[in-house]
């Protein structure tokens, strides 16, 4: 999902060291981790409610059905260029 990998990478950059330092000085482990978790929690967040709206498979097969017609129709209607010698005079 486009709002939720963004903050998975800043998750994945800063979790370690911050998770490290909590490790080695454990008084200052709420603070350290607590933009770690804020974004653990986004991207959660951002997956329930996605997964909550998406569509029904009938629905999404209906989209995608109508997404292919599209595209056959737009290649069967392209005019192709012929090759040079093909040309009719």
């Keep these: 999902n486009l709002l939720a990998v963004p903050v998975a990478g800043f998750v994945m950059l800063c979790g370690l060291p911050c998770g490290l330092i909590a490790a080695a000085i454990p008084g200052l482990t709420p603070i350290v981790m607590a933009p770690c978790m804020l974004a653990t929690r986004w991207v959660a967040t951002v997956g ?8 029904s ?11 292919a017609a599209i595209v056959v129709v737009r290649l069967l209607r392209h005019r192709w260029p012929r090759a040079a010698g093909r040309v009719p005079i």
């Design 48 to 55: 329930a409610v996605f997964a909550a709206v998406e569509p």
């Design 57 to 67: 498979p009938p629905y999404a097969m209906t989209g995608w059905a109508v997404i």
